[in-house]
């Protein structure tokens, strides 16, 4: 079992930065790959970015490369999304998850922990 909490959404303006934290309590964080998705009103959960157990490898959803950068600190059970020049189109809640399969993916579906969400809102 592994428990996720995010923290760190809030409202900002459109070209601004924010940076949400994911804690994890539970097995051993660093045999778990890492992500977050994100979901806005009426719309399917997405993916957002994932990260390889050494932080080594990361992956980023078109819409965000650039702008987002996905980390983790092993030694502090902790997983980060610093989100720059923040968009409107980027307002959803964003979860945090985590899997143990060997490869990384980007679907939703192979991911066994969530978190609970946090809002994130950007105004134009």
């Known amino acids: 079992q592994v428990n996720l909490v995010e923290s760190g959404g809030g409202l900002v303006q459109a070209g601004e930065s924010l940076r949400l934290s994911c804690a994890a309590s539970?097995?051993?964080?660093?045999?778990?790959?890492m992500g977050w998705f994100r979901q806005a009103p009426g719309k399917e959960r997405d993916f957002v970015a994932a990260?390889?157990?050494?932080?080594?490898?990361?992956n980023y959803a078109d819409s965000v490369k650039g702008r987002f950068t996905i980390s983790r600190d092993n030694a502090k059970n902790m997983v980060y999304l610093q989100m720059n020049s923040l968009k409107p189109e980027d307002t959803a809640v964003y979860y945090c998850?985590?899997?143990?399969?060997?490869?990384?993916?980007?679907?939703?579906?192979?991911?066994?922990?969530w978190g609970q969400g946090t809002q994130v809102t950007v105004s134009s």
């Open positions: 998850a985590s899997h143990t399969r060997v490869t990384m993916t980007t679907n939703p579906n192979l991911y066994d922990y």
């Open positions: 539970g097995r051993p964080f660093s045999f778990y790959y």
């Open positions: 990260i390889s157990y050494s932080g080594g490898t990361t």
